[in-house]
């Protein structure tokens, strides 16, 4: 005899699991990251741009900022996107060896990147001009430090996808975590255009 419990049981828990795509939910899930990740900087321009004129009888981005500097480093992350990109091709086409000398070109790119933002960084503190000095450099140091911890987080993550090819190779796994590493990286890119322009550029012209 058929019980409520059993008629419960039935309609609310399988036996088995549906199949899926192998890959599928990670690309799903780190889709549903990179939209949160979105939000968070969204919310940090959003707050820079309340702040961004509050200078409280301080400098202003005429007299901090090194256009011609920034520009480089901007081109350190632009020449990295694209040599993941030549990475990429190379996964594709099964060389191991050139993926890994592509990604380390990468690395290298991201760590120069970093380089010229923390000199950046420790050239406006020594003049004075630290996060704690306006509501425009407590906004200015948490948008663009957000970005650059995202990219300190990347190159961690590509060395260590990096030994994972050398020991294991390009193996589906670890071609699905280049994939998704490869978004991310794209995704800091895009970001990065958002705060040259909206900080860097819009902030000369005020």
């Known amino acids: 005899m058929t019980t409520q419990a059993d008629l419960d049981r039935e309609r609310f828990h399988l ?40 200078y409280a009888g301080g400098p202003g981005p005429k007299e901090l900022f090194d256009l011609p500097l920034v520009a480089v480093n901007t081109s350190m992350l ?16 099964g060389k191991r060896g050139a993926t890994q000398g592509w990604l380390a070109i ?20 020594h003049e004075g001009a630290g996060p704690q000095t306006s509501a425009f450099l407590s906004s200015f140091f948490t948008l663009v430090g957000t970005h650059g911890l ?17 020991v294991k190779g390009l193996i589906p796994a670890n071609r699905r975590r280049l994939m998704c590493l490869s978004l991310f ?3 800091l890119d895009v970001i990065w255009i958002g705060v040259f322009t909206f900080v860097y550029l819009m902030g000369m012209l005020r």
Do not use: K, N
């Open 106 to 125: 990468t690395g290298l790119f991201g760590l120069a990147f970093l380089g010229i933002e923390l000199y950046e960084f420790s050239h406006l503190i």
């Open 15 to 54: 036996d088995e699991e549906p199949h899926h795509p192998e890959g599928s939910s990670t690309m799903l899930g780190f889709w549903i990251y990179l939209m949160s990740d979105c939000l968070i900087f969204a919310m940090l321009f959003a707050t820079y741009g309340v702040l961004g004129t509050s």
């Open 78 to 93: 632009l020449l990295s996107s694209i040599t993941y990109g030549f990475a990429m091709l190379a996964m594709t086409d």
């Open 150 to 166: 995202h990219v300190t987080f990347g190159i961690v993550w590509l060395v260590t996808l990096m030994v994972q090819v050398q």
């Open 185 to 187: 990286w794209h995704f």
